[in-house]
């Protein structure tokens, strides 16, 4: 059967698998890709960065304006609770910023959601730059969830709309922007935080000023570029629209496969509207995909990287390296992060999410385990500090390999497009949570553990990758209905029938055989 198929039909994939090769990366679609992720991804990860150079500033402010109120200098454990405050809140905003979005895009859309973000930063940035000239520390607290706000419905929105407006062939490649712009926001925070740029006493509050940079830019040029295709067609049912904004973004006229592909989805799907998160949870079609991306996700934050800089600075004094050169030694993790994103997205369309995604784990797994050894030694030999050092890029290397993209990647693939804002919403809320939860509880893991805290990661990270080795398939150049039979099986739930499948990869409607019957049923009358 599969033969005669094969024999019967060979000018129909051939020409499609060889086209799809071929079409290259179009202008529009890149600009969309990166000014997207300049807006959105790029400030969460300066974000992650740009509060550890102007950390004792801002306390010395926080302990100023106490003395201009009351009278007295701030007490410590007052400055260190406004302190962790100010930094940990991010996370709360993140979340709020999560479990909002699902609203946002259903009014307003991908991109319309992505524009909308921006008013958010723009404030955060006014809030947290003017805190010191208003002698308020709340309005840097209030800048600080804002902030969160605006990178919980980044790191959703944004998958998403890059998910969707990519072709398969590159879909991993575009998607992988998310993250190479988050290692860049990282990498920038560090830069402008050194001591001969922003990281003064005198201009700290402009390290805040910088968010409304992208914001603004993103806000100039995201307005000419089209909105989500599958959005226009699918949810809005403007079909015109979407024709449109598949010719942009492929940069070709006839786009009728990709239209075709599109309501070959909706015609598979049992539900056109947007379904609930109660929904998705009850829905068993999705089980396992749901399953996949929480715990994709819970490893996402809980794999170790954001502890790994509790001891960066700590080793580096260890091995000798002066207090003044630390940041700029520093400087080394956020170029780490950044070219191995780069590497990744380079690559990722060959080697694949799965291999990518255990790889990163795995390596992470490894490294952990090295550098426990190496800091339980390195106070005896003087060169192990060098080699624990190794290890912590070692570890930001494996991270950005995989696992720290690839799961939003996943987020937008795993979902048929009535499920997808409910998943990331859910995938939002355990990424906050996670990371809420690693902040507050690794003190005192590493208070009771010490050096060998890290082990801790090193289980999470195996038990991730042997999960994902176990579950994942492979979703590398598939479509979104591909993806959905691929957990088919494994749902228990019954895969398209061979006719069924054979009539939506030759793009036939089913309404066509439908009026062959009829007029079957009008000649035999007659």
């Known amino acids: 059967m599969d033969k005669k198929d094969d024999q019967s039909h060979p000018k129909i994939s051939n020409p499609e698998k060889s086209s799809a090769k071929q079409q290259p990366l179009t202008t529009c679609l890149f600009s969309a890709a990166f000014f997207g992720a300049l807006g959105s991804s790029f400030l969460y990860g300066y974000n992650l960065s740009v509060v550890n150079a102007p950390a004792l500033y801002i306390k010395a402010f926080y302990n100023k304006t106490w003395i201009e109120r009351y009278g007295e200098p701030i007490p410590p454990e007052t400055s260190t609770l406004l302190w962790s405050i100010t930094v940990s809140i991010f996370a709360i905003g993140g979340l709020l910023g999560a479990l909002s979005v699902s609203f946002f895009i259903k009014v307003v859309g991908r991109k319309g959601t992505l524009l909308l973000n921006n008013c958010f930063a723009v404030i955060a940035a006014l809030l947290l730059s003017l805190g010191e000239m208003s002698r308020s520390f709340e309005m840097l607290i209030i800048g600080r969830i804002i902030m969160g706000v605006n990178s919980g419905i980044s790191l959703s929105a944004l998958p998403m709309y ?71 067609l699918m949810e809005r049912k403007d079909e015109a629209g979407a024709e449109r904004a598949f010719q942009r973004f492929l940069g070709k006229t006839d786009v009728s496969q990709e239209l075709e592909e599109v309501h070959a989805e909706a015609r598979a799907q049992d539900n056109l509207n947007t379904v609930s998160v109660l929904q998705l949870l009850r829905s068993p079609a999705v089980r396992w995909q749901l399953i996949t991306i929480i715990i994709t996700m819970a490893c996402y934050q809980l794999c170790g990287l954001n502890a790994i800089w509790y001891y960066t600075n700590g080793i580096l004094r260890d091995a000798g390296f002066a207090e003044h050169l630390l940041p700029y030694i520093t400087l080394s993790t956020g170029a780490t992060e950044t070219l191995a994103a780069i590497i990744s997205g380079l690559v990722i369309e060959r080697i694949g999410r799965r291999p990518l995604l255990i790889f990163g784990f795995s390596s992470m797994a490894v490294f952990f385990s090295l550098l426990t050894v190496f800091l339980n030694f390195q106070d005896s030999v003087s060169w192990v500090p060098y080699l624990s050092y190794i290890c912590i890029l070692a570890v930001i290397a494996g991270f950005c390999s995989g696992p720290g993209g690839i799961p939003f990647i996943l987020t937008g693939e795993l979902f048929e497009q009535s499920y997808r804002p409910a998943a990331f919403m859910i995938a939002g809320t355990v990424n906050w949570l996670s990371n809420f939860a690693v902040g507050l509880l690794f003190p005192f893991i590493q208070e009771k553990l010490q050096s060998f805290a890290f082990m801790v990661f090193v289980v999470v990270c195996t038990l991730g990758s042997i999960y994902l080795c176990a579950v994942l398939p492979e979703t590398k150049n598939k479509t979104f209905m591909d993806i959905s039979q691929s957990f088919a099986k494994i749902n228990k739930i019954p895969v398209a029938s061979p006719g069924k499948e054979l009539e939506l990869v030759l793009s036939i409607k089913p309404e066509t055989n439908t009026e062959a019957q009829d007029i079957a049923k009008m000649e035999s009358s007659f």
């Open 162 to 232: 890059l998910g969707e407006i990519s072709p398969k062939h590159i879909r991993g490649s575009i998607g992988q922007f998310n993250s190479i712009l988050i290692c860049l926001g990282v990498f920038t925070g560090q830069v402008l935080g050194l001591p001969e740029l922003l990281g003064q006493e005198s201009r700290w509050n402009h390290l805040f000023s910088f968010l409304a940079f992208p914001a603004v830019l993103q806000l100039c040029v995201l307005p000419f570029l089209p909105e989500s295709p599958r959005y226009l």
